[in-house]
C-alpha cells in the first residue's frame, strides 16, 4: 500500500448513471490530484488542490466534478460520461505545491462508460 | 514546446542483463526529475529521483544519469528480474511560471519485457 487509497477499484456505469469516485490519503499531504490515464497517452492532468482549495482545472469537461473536503479526501463526481472517458482514474497526493518533490499514487480505478 | 518523451515505446531484455530506459525533456528551466515503475493494474510508483544539481544517482540496482547539456535523463536497471516489468515513466517538475508552484508532467511511457 502507498498510503493513497482508492475506491473502487473498478466501474462499470452507463451514460446516464451517475457515480463517485473516491480517494483518501494517509501520508499527511496537503495537496491532491487526479490524473486520468488513458492507453497510449501521457497522463493527463485533470485537477490540483491544494489545502482543499482547487488550484488547478486542466480544461475538464463539467461531467466531471471534484470535491475536496478536506486535505485528506478527494472525491470525483462523475455523471453523463461518454465512452471515451473510459480510463485508468489515478489520484495522487504530494506534501505541498511549492516543494519539488514527486507524488505518491493510488492504485487507480479502472472506468468503463458504457 | 515544453514536454517529456522517450525515446523507446517498449525494451525486451534478457533476464539478468542491465536495461537502460532513456528521455528527452525539453525545459531547460527544470529542476528536478523522477522515474516511476507502473506495474499492471496499479498507480506509478516512485522509483528514485534527480536534482538537476546533480548528475548521477544510484540506489538499489537502479542508477539515475543526466546530462544536462543535451537535455537526458536514463534510467539503468543492474541485473534486470522479471519483477522489473513494467512500464517506466519519467517525470519532470519543474515550478511553474508565477514561482509560485511546481507541476509534475510525464512522458508516454516506456514498456519494460523481461524475458525469463
Known amino acids: 500500500e502507498t498510503g493513497v487509497t482508492q475506491t473502487p477499484r473498478h466501474l462499470v456505469m452507463g451514460m446516464t448513471n451517475k457515480k463517485s469516485l473516491k480517494c483518501e490519503q494517509h501520508l499527511g499531504h496537503n495537496a491532491m490530484y487526479w490524473y486520468k490515464q488513458s492507453a497510449k497517452k501521457p497522463l493527463e492532468l485533470m485537477f490540483v488542490y491544494n489545502f482543499k482549495e482547487q488550484t488547478e482545472n486542466n480544461s475538464v469537461p463539467s461531467r466531471f466534478s471534484p470535491e475536496c473536503p478536506n486535505s485528506s479526501h478527494l472525491f470525483l463526481h462523475l455523471h453523463t460520461l461518454q465512452p471515451e472517458d473510459s480510463a485508468l482514474y489515478l489520484c495522487?497526493?504530494?506534501?505541498?505545491?511549492?516543494?519539488?518533490?514527486?507524488?505518491?499514487f493510488g492504485s487507480g480505478t479502472r472506468l468503463t462508460v458504457v | 514546446g515544453e514536454s517529456v518523451g522517450l525515446h523507446l515505446p517498449t525494451l525486451s531484455v534478457q533476464e539478468g542483463d542491465n536495461s537502460i530506459i532513456n528521455c528527452a525533456y525539453s525545459n531547460s528551466a527544470s529542476d528536478y526529475f523522477i522515474w516511476y515503475k507502473q506495474e499492471s493494474g496499479k498507480g506509478p510508483q516512485f522509483i528514485i529521483d534527480?536534482?538537476?544539481?546533480?548528475d548521477k544517482r544510484q540506489g538499489q540496482r537502479v542508477t539515475v544519469l543526466l546530462n544536462k547539456t543535451v537535455k537526458h535523463l536514463s534510467l539503468q536497471i543492474a541485473a534486470t528480474q522479471p519483477g522489473d516489468s513494467a512500464v517506466y515513466f519519467c517525470a519532470e517538475n519543474r515550478m511553474n511560471s508565477g514561482g509560485s508552484n511546481y507541476k509534475l508532467t510525464f512522458g508516454k511511457g516506456t514498456l519494460l519485457t523481461v524475458n525469463p
Open positions: 495522487a497526493s504530494s506534501h505541498r505545491l511549492t516543494e519539488g518533490y514527486g507524488y505518491t
Open positions: 534527480i536534482r538537476s544539481n546533480m
